[in-house]
């Protein structure tokens, strides 16, 4: 039960963030693959295999030449596309000597590869954020590495329970830990649900709000199998209709989305983000809530991590379901639908 879940490979994995890919060659493990990254001179990201065909040299120790890529070992070289286009010293050119390319796609400041090669890539598959660049709204960012199954952290983000005591000292408030959570399939995401109704605001909303007048506020936890999690935080006037249109106009409004993509079976990169529609042209608000959100995911991460040695140290071991785990146990049985 516990030994690590194969990677599901048709999908778009955050594979770095825009500001990160350049002319340099960025070298990254990514579903068990080594990857080499960088840009087009026209801008274009691109991810390639980091193994030259013929001696296996990481072609991340190598050159750019133009938009190409030289091997650091015998100098072939292969276009972004992943064909070779230069053997040193003969001028056929080897059907063979060609390294895979996944197709990128660029959004919402991090660059996503299509990481299956037998399965063509496609676009309409990206999660849609609508808030992204939308008026009203801004961006604060963050990425960890969590020495971390990826799987776990999937149950992390479908498990609202945990919030009051793994991030007491960060965004965990009080007064709704006995408010029951509905968890749901919508359009194959699992979604757990909560409205805490008629209540003071939390102190982070009631700072933004300038009150503490009782509210309703919602958490919504979203995932979209099989790597993007997103955390929908706000409060509207009580009694106000508990739907988009209403949460649209919030007067406050964070929804925190978080990236994963597995490195190896035992670590995931964590790339995230968090709209927020209050004080959208405040740096140090942004800088704040990225201190912040780092702060929380480092809690989660620290405690994942010590999961994880456990679970390799006892690989047999099953755990357990409890009542509060009505996401985990949608997110078990549509991952092993997807074949996870
Ligand atoms: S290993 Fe790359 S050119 Fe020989
Ligand atoms: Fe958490």
Redesign the pocket.
């Known amino acids: 039960m516990t030994a690590p879940t194969a990677f599901i490979r048709d999908a778009w994995y955050a594979v770095a963030a825009s500001a990160e890919v350049g002319d340099a060659l960025l070298a990254r493990e990514v579903l068990g693959r080594r990857v080499v990254i960088y840009r087009t001179a026209a801008g274009h990201p691109v991810v390639l295999r980091d193994r ?6 990481p ?1 991340s120790m190598g050159e750019r030449v133009g938009d190409t890529v030289e ?6 070289r292969y276009a972004p596309d992943g064909a070779c286009v230069r053997v040193p010293g003969q001028s056929r050119i080897p059907p063979v000597a060609r390294v895979t390319s996944y197709t990128t796609l660029e959004r919402y400041g991090l660059v996503f590869a299509w990481m299956d090669e037998s399965v063509p890539a496609d676009p309409s598959r990206l999660v849609s954020i609508p808030q992204y660049d939308a008026p009203g709204w801004t961006a604060s960012r963050g990425y960890l590495r969590f020495a971390a199954r990826w799987t776990n952290i999937l149950d992390n983000l479908v498990d609202p329970a945990h919030t009051g005591f793994v991030h007491r000292r960060t965004i965990g408030g009080k007064g709704s830990d006995d408010v029951p959570i509905t968890a749901t399939e919508e359009h194959g995401d699992v979604v757990c649900r909560r409205w805490v109704n008629g209540e003071p605001p939390v102190p982070m909303m009631q700072r933004f709000l300038g009150h503490d007048r009782p509210m309703d506020r919602w958490q919504v936890y979203r995932l979209a199998l099989p790597c993007v999690s997103s955390v929908d935080f706000g409060a509207v006037e009580a009694g106000q209709p508990h739907d988009e249109a209403a949460m649209d106009a919030a007067p406050y409004r964070t929804i925190s989305y978080a990236f994963l993509t597995p490195e190896t079976a035992h670590s995931t990169h964590y790339f995230s983000f968090q709209l927020r529609n209050i004080a959208v042209d405040d740096a140090d608000v942004t800088r704040e809530f990225e201190a912040l959100y780092q702060a929380t995911f480092d809690e989660d991460r620290v405690l994942l991590e010590a999961i994880e040695r456990e679970e390799i140290a006892d690989p047999d071991a099953a755990s357990i379901l409890l009542a509060s785990d009505a996401g985990v146990a949608r997110l078990r049985r549509l991952l092993a639908l997807r074949g996870g």
Request: with cysteine.
């Open positions: 030259c065909a013929h001696r296996f040299a072609l091997c650091p070992y015998h100098g072939v």
